[in-house]
């Protein structure tokens, strides 16, 4: 795949380091990092310097200065003109596990290969190891067709001081580290390796020193004579040992199967034959698929980057725990980007999805009384319900309660989730059951499965004879305020949850999947579950406006916003193999047929798109995810079988665009307005486009 514009920044991120490498948009900060929700502030240095002195280098830079000219000046330089690639020069080469670019005389690969981790209960150390190595590697190839000699180089000039790792005595790993957390190395016994101001003062060095620790930036030069082609295999490296979290005490997993940052990068330059491998298999699956187009494709490699550059896989008291962090924020384990994440984590790692539901059960479930708005003094029985994450900034939250949630708010952006994270629960753990018939887990969790049931009827009314099938009463954790959903930044028509149609939908999925799960285990429960959704489903369609053509996305105040998501909790009994509930010929038919209308009548640039084609998620709100859009274009096509051929391939464009361009200093984004990245930066949950690959051809 070839972007259009391949001047944009991608993340390269090994599995479960929270460490990343991010570099491709032109002349702007590049480089290595871990646990930052954003860029590298610093340079990346690629290219070749010829004998005659003229630089050759790709444009991963803001701009070249040196710390040299705090010290002394030289007047009477006079170097040759530096060649910096330009977009017309340059081919990018985007792939699943590949970036590659291209400029006359120079190839850089980004290998960053991901593969399922497998589950540390049954895997043996080797299978560990090679799935967890914290390091990514970096392929050069340089052809010198010129009449003299080249020196290639690859630099890394972030604000942090280095050492080296080779001297005369040792030339086993060639490099440099800094403070035994990051590092630039080879074991190519033709490369040296340098340190100082820059690139420039190193490889024209007026002094003998190669090392040179005042300097910021370390590297790697090889020489390349006239006419001849070289490779240079480097890996950046990254190893923090000490404790990872607080509030609860971990470590990264790799501290166990790696002793320091020189067993990381012996292992990686070890194994680079299997990691080439592993991204040629993973290029090639993405690259096969005919019925992707090449934005599909560009997008579904955009977001695995930058998933997995918020990963932490980590280990608690010799038990592994699994963080996903919320992109710039730093958010824990977000339930709300857990479930749509869920997916693509089913696909490749299901074990996390256990392990973060579990712990979500075992430090993170609460239990609260509702009320009614029009009298929040007097408090119902509720039921359980889940934190909206598990703490930030690898700080975890005091028991039970989540970094983000606070009480007193009405409906505005950090009030509770509570209703929400409810069904999150519900929902993530039904779907992994049926794709993964984990019998132990529902034993041991069959009793949260019955809680959880309680707790969305009371929330509906706790006067069974008053229910609705909505949610109607507020949960006691907001001090007399409203809850609101994970569209937290929108207006009430997606904000809110009472009445909410988008959350109804969330509810009636929730009731089916615990209808199937006790089906054949408790008549009473599973029957409750189902009257429960008939309820949900019956609302919805009452609520449909002839008028309008749509189903207003509150229910109550005259409400008459038109929202795509009505139709997105589809997905979850059509994930757990419930098929039949998403038909217009099932138990559910008329429901199905409704949200046909609903989305067809809102589907077009009057209502929820924008002039190039783009989904806006509410017809009242400049404010889109990319990561909703992409599980309901799924459910629109794959789900609800409606025919966006045409106006398919002009969204994934559009789409497409909003991360090259609206986000392109931020890598993979997921909220815009316009097309612009407005937050949500550097975001892992856009990975809920893994779904394309399930979509059958046809549609």
């Known amino acids: 795949m070839i972007p259009e514009n391949p001047d944009f920044h991608a993340q390269h991120s090994p599995m479960g380091a929270h460490s990343s490498f991010t570099l491709g948009m032109h002349h702007a900060n590049s480089g290595a990092v871990s646990e930052k929700g954003s860029v590298a502030e610093g340079a990346t240095l690629v290219g070749y310097r010829t004998a005659s002195g003229q630089y050759h280098y790709f444009p991963f830079f803001d701009k070249l200065e040196s710390e040299k000219e705090r010290y002394v000046s030289d007047e009477n330089a006079e170097p040759l003109p530096d060649v910096i690639f330009s977009k017309e020069n340059m081919q990018r080469e985007y792939l699943w596990a590949t970036d590659k670019f291209s400029a006359p005389g120079v190839q850089m690969e980004v290998i960053s290969p991901f593969d399922s981790i497998p589950d540390p209960a049954k895997a043996s150390d080797d299978e560990m190891r090679f799935a967890s190595c914290p390091a990514t590697l970096v392929r050069l190839t340089f052809n010198n067709q010129s009449q003299e000699d080249w020196q290639g180089f690859f630099a890394l000039s972030p604000d942090t001081r280095w050492t080296a790792l080779d001297n005369d005595n040792n030339r086993q790993i060639i490099g440099g580290v800094s403070r035994d957390q990051l590092a630039v190395a080879t074991t190519n016994q033709e490369a040296k390796s340098f340190m100082d101001f820059t690139h420039d003062t190193a490889l024209d060095r007026d002094h003998s020193r190669s090392h040179f620790l005042l300097g910021q930036t370390c590297g790697l030069e090889i020489t390349v004579p006239a006419g001849a082609q070289k490779e240079l295999v480097l890996c950046v490296a990254y190893y923090l040992e000490n404790k990872a979290t607080f509030n609860r005490t971990s470590k990264y997993y790799y501290t166990k199967l790696f002793a320091d940052i020189k067993h990381v990068i012996n292992y990686a330059m070890s194994e680079q034959d299997r990691y080439f491998a592993l991204a040629a298999k993973r290029d090639e699956e993405l690259s096969s698929r005919t019925d992707l187009n090449d934005e599909q494709k560009f997008l579904i490699a955009h977001a695995t980057r930058s998933y997995y550059g918020s990963t932490e896989f980590l280990i608690e008291s010799d038990k592994p725990l699994w963080v996903v962090n919320e992109g710039e924020y730093l958010m824990m384990n977000t339930f709300d980007l857990t479930i749509d994440m869920l997916f693509f984590e089913l696909k490749f790692n299901p074990w996390t999805v256990k392990n973060i539901l579990e712990n979500f059960v075992s430090h993170y479930r609460y239990y609260d009384e509702v009320f009614s708005p029009e009298n929040p003094e007097k408090l119902y029985p509720g039921g359980v319900s889940f934190a909206h994450d598990m703490g930030v900034a690898n700080q975890f939250s005091p028991e039970p309660f989540s970094s983000y949630e606070t009480s007193g708010l009405d409906r505005k952006c950090f009030s509770f989730m509570t209703y929400e994270q409810l069904c999150n629960w519900v929902l993530t753990a039904g779907v992994y059951l049926g794709q993964n018939k984990d019998a132990d887990f529902f ?84 029957e409750e579950a189902f009257s429960a959704a008939e309820l949900t489903a019956k609302a919805l369609c009452a609520g449909y406006d002839e008028d309008l053509g749509f189903i207003p996305a509150v229910l109550e105040n005259n409400n008459k916003s038109a929202i795509i998501p009505a139709i997105e909790a589809l997905v979850y009994p059509w994930e757990f193999g419930a098929k039949e509930y998403c038909s217009e010929n099932g138990p559910f038919g008329d429901y199905i047929k409704v949200l046909k209308r609903h989305f067809n009548n809102i589907h077009n640039t009057d209502t929820c798109l924008y002039p190039d084609g783009a989904w806006k998620l509410s017809s009242t709100a400049d404010n889109s995810w990319m990561s909703k859009i992409s599980i309901c274009q799924y459910v629109a096509r794959e789900i609800l079988k409606i025919d966006l051929k045409e106006a398919s391939a002009q969204a994934d464009l559009a789409h497409a665009r909003w991360q090259r361009e609206g986000a392109k200093y931020h890598a993979c984004s997921d909220q815009f307005t316009s097309g612009k990245a407005i937050g949500s930066l550097y975001y892992p949950r856009i990975v809920s486009n893994i779904l394309w690959l399930k979509e059958s051809a046809k549609h």
């Open 443 to 526: 034993t041991r969790h069959r009793g949260i499965f019955q809680d959880c049931l309680t707790s969305l009827l009371n929330r509906d009314n706790p006067d069974p004879e008053k229910r609705n099938g909505l949610m109607s009463f507020e949960s006691s954790m907001t001090k007399g305020g409203g809850e609101i959903s994970t569209y937290d930044s929108l207006d009430h028509s997606l904000g809110q949850s009472r009445n909410n149609i988008y959350l109804a939908g969330k509810a009636w999925a929730s009731y089916l999947i615990i209808h199937k799960l006790f089906k054949d285990l408790d008549t009473k429960v599973s």
